[in-house]
């Protein structure tokens, strides 16, 4: 569940259309200024609230959310479970100060793809938001680890969905170790582009947005063993 800088294919040629959400209008200027300096990447509005961010998600429909978690009035945590609630299929990418345990699982339970501090370097937020948008997972070894391990704690055991297919659950649990797609369709025998459809299934059956989801989703329900997870 690391961040990927791997190319997507699925992205190739298209442009990722993006809202970013902080109460700081200086942060949002420099980000909005990093961001528009790709080509793959356009800043389509902004919201300085969890209100508004709901508001402007609603009406924008972005690909991904930048997410601040400290916000007047509702904050981050509130603004993504309102959002996610409403376009199951759309990436929220933390951007925060704060690097607490708490925030960090309440955001991922509120069904964020990614957490990332903002003392990140340039080419780790734009591989996060590249990797986000293409239902990848964007969160550090270190992060991913804990959340998996506090997740797995409260895991209780239920029968596979049937709606799952054995190589689709198969591709869940390698999933949950960190394995990119193209690492996935090398243990697998198949291609990367078989492992992308079998995971745009695996979201479309469970109705999450992304791996993240996905692998959280499998771990509290205890189809996935934790001591599998490298």
Same mark, same amino acid.
């Given at each position: 569940?690391?961040?990927?800088?791997?190319?997507?294919?699925?992205?190739?040629?298209? *442009?990722?259309?993006?809202?970013?959400?902080? !109460?700081?209008?200086?942060?949002? %200027? /420099?980000? @909005?200024?990093?961001?528009?300096?790709?080509?793959?990447?356009? $800043?389509?509005?902004?919201?300085? =609230?969890?209100? +508004?961010?709901?508001?402007?998600?609603?009406?924008? &429909?972005?690909?991904? #959310?930048?997410?601040?978690? +400290?916000?007047?009035?509702?904050?981050?945590?509130?603004?993504?479970?309102?959002? %996610?609630?409403?376009?199951?299929?759309? /990436?929220?990418?933390?951007?925060?100060?704060?690097?607490?345990?708490?925030? $960090?699982?309440?955001?991922?339970?509120?069904?964020?793809? /990614?957490?990332?501090?903002?003392?990140? /370097?340039?080419?780790?937020?734009?591989?996060?938001?590249?990797?986000?948008?293409?239902?990848?997972?964007?969160?550090?070894?270190? $992060?991913?680890?804990?959340?998996? *391990?506090?997740?797995?704690?409260?895991?209780?055991? +239920?029968?596979?969905?049937? =709606?799952? =297919?054995?190589?689709?659950?198969?591709?869940? &649990?390698?999933?949950? *170790?960190?394995?990119?797609?193209?690492?996935?369709?090398?243990?697998?025998?198949?291609?990367? @582009?078989?492992?992308?459809?079998?995971?745009?299934?695996?979201?479309?059956?469970?109705? $999450?947005?992304? &791996?993240?989801?996905?692998?959280?989703?499998? #771990?509290? &329900?205890?189809?996935? !063993?934790?001591? *599998?997870?490298?």
């Amino acid at each position: 569940m690391d961040i990927s800088t791997e190319a997507q294919p699925a992205l190739r040629g298209r *442009t990722i259309s993006l809202l970013l959400v902080d !109460d700081h209008p200086v942060v949002r %200027k /420099g980000t @909005r200024e990093l961001l528009e300096g790709e080509s793959d990447l356009r $800043v389509v509005g902004e919201a300085d =609230s969890g209100q +508004s961010a709901v508001l402007r998600a609603r009406e924008l &429909r972005p690909d991904v #959310i930048l997410m601040d978690v +400290s916000m007047p009035g509702m904050n981050g945590i509130e603004a993504t479970k309102l959002i %996610k609630a409403e376009r199951p299929g759309v /990436g929220v990418l933390v951007l925060t100060s704060y690097d607490d345990d708490a925030y $960090v699982f309440a955001l991922l339970e509120a069904g964020a793809a /990614g957490y990332l501090l903002k003392n990140a /370097g340039e080419e780790e937020l734009l591989g996060a938001v590249r990797a986000v948008a293409a239902g990848e997972s964007a969160l550090t070894p270190a $992060v991913a680890r804990k959340v998996l *391990t506090r997740f797995s704690a409260q895991s209780s055991p +239920s029968p596979v969905d049937e =709606s799952l =297919s054995p190589r689709e659950l198969e591709v869940l &649990r390698i999933a949950a *170790t960190g394995r990119t797609n193209k690492e996935i369709a090398r243990d697998l025998d198949i291609s990367p @582009r078989t492992v992308q459809v079998h995971l745009a299934n695996i979201f479309s059956k469970l109705d $999450v947005g992304s &791996r993240t989801e996905a692998v959280l989703y499998g #771990i509290k &329900r205890g189809w996935i !063993d934790i001591g *599998t997870v490298e």
